[in-house]
């Protein structure tokens, strides 16, 4: 599956933002998806992730502020992030991987299938 990352771009402090990930290929329905990020001179984190079937795992930061959804039919995942932060700043990526567990993937070595990544800055 190929992944298409976009919806970045820059806030103020408080502002919101809403990511899309597009999918091309088959059976989108099949795969966990997850949205991780990447801080300059961090390793890239887990986000949040949205299994196949059931559950949803967020990153405890992001919380409340969060929302991942899934649009099976349009092929599309979407991450609504609301009350951004400073330290939200960083390039996301989306991931996907062909669902075989019962649960939400948190680590990004689980993920076989990566978008290239949209820049979010946040200004204080």
């Known amino acids: 599956v190929q992944l298409q990352a976009s919806g970045g771009g820059l806030v103020q402090t408080g502002g919101s933002l809403r990511l899309s990930c597009a999918a091309a290929g088959r059976t989108f329905s099949n795969y966990d998806m997850g949205w991780f990020r990447q801080a300059p001179g961090k390793e890239r984190e887990f986000v949040v992730g949205?299994?196949?079937?059931?559950?949803?795992e967020y990153e405890d930061s992001v919380k409340g502020r969060f929302t991942i959804s899934r649009d099976n039919a349009k092929k599309v995942v979407y991450l609504e992030m609301n009350n951004l932060k400073p330290e939200d700043t960083a390039v996301y990526y989306c991931?996907?991987?062909?669902?075989?567990?019962?649960?939400?993937?948190?680590?990004?070595?689980?993920?076989?299938?990566w978008g290239q990544g949209t820049q979010v800055t946040v200004s204080s």
């Open positions: 949205i299994h196949a079937s059931v559950g949803i």
């Open positions: 991931a996907a991987v062909w669902s075989t567990s019962y649960g939400v993937r948190r680590r990004a070595a689980e993920y076989d299938y």
